[in-house]
Nanobody
Framework: QVQLVESGGGLVQAGGSLRLSCAAS????????MGWYRQAPGKQRDLVAG???????NYADSVKGRFTISRDNAKNTVYLHMNNLKPKDTAVYYC??????????????WGHGTQVTVSS
């Protein structure tokens, strides 16, 4: 059973910083791309940042220059460093990973989400 567990969300004032973490556990054979998505109330879930197994990254235009995604392959963990947070960044943040578990094909896994609230 593969699980993704996020941590690091919370309440922060505008201009502040947070670091989100997402650790994958279980019978993992390999992890391909990992990423962070977010969903604000009444809106669709959108990609915030992604990172390949080789370390190539991509970002939503709205977070470029403020957010940094990174991963520790030895720990099966992906991070999202968020700086200069704005109220519009308020959302539930979800971790996503393309994981090949032992004995199965690659599958898209999701975490349960962590709330990030930025006050003005």
């Amino acid at each position: 059973q593969v699980q993704l567990v996020e941590s690091g969300g919370g309440l922060v004032q505008a201009g502040g910083s947070l670091r989100l973490s997402c650790a994958a556990s279980g019978s993992i054979f390999s992890i391909n791309a990992m990423g962070w998505y977010r969903q604000a109330p009444g809106k669709q879930r959108d990609l915030v940042a992604g990172i390949t197994s080789a370390g190539s990254t991509n970002y939503a235009d709205s977070v470029k220059g403020r957010f940094t995604i990174s991963r520790d392959n030895a720990k099966n963990t992906v991070y999202l460093h968020m700086n200069n947070l704005k109220p519009k960044d308020t959302a539930v943040y979800y971790c996503n990973a393309e994981i090949e578990a032992a004995g199965t094909a690659e599958y898209d896994y999701w975490g349960h989400g962590t709330q990030v609230t930025v006050s003005s």
